[in-house]
């Protein structure tokens, strides 16, 4: 790919996961606020990616899209779905 193209893909990538943490600041629901969380990690995941960086890009997907997921599912359970 271009440079050009790998520079407009992390620039999306960095405004879709800006807009993600703006949505997850003002979710009152926090199953979706989790959700989309995973979400903004996939754009870092792919920003990593962009800028050839296999080592960090295995280490976040593995922490930030499956365990840190993981663990606020988990912590749901026994909590309350939604904010007052």
């Given amino acids: 790919m271009t440079p050009v193209i790998i520079l407009l893909l992390s ?3 960095a405004v879709m996961a ?3 943490t703006i949505k997850i600041v003002y979710e009152r629901d926090v199953l979706k606020a989790i959700i ?3 979400v ?3 754009f870092y995941s792919i ?3 962009s800028f050839l960086a296999p080592d960090l890009l295995i280490a976040y ?3 930030g899209l499956g365990l840190n997921s993981a663990i606020l599912l988990y912590a749901l359970r026994g909590g309350e ?3 007052e």
């Fill in 11 to 13: 620039a999306f990538s």
């Fill in 18 to 20: 800006l807009i993600a």
């Fill in 36 to 38: 989309i969380s995973g």
């Fill in 40 to 42: 903004e990690s996939l």
């Fill in 47 to 49: 920003i990593l990616a």
């Fill in 61 to 63: 997907i593995a922490v």
């Fill in 81 to 83: 779905r939604y904010e």
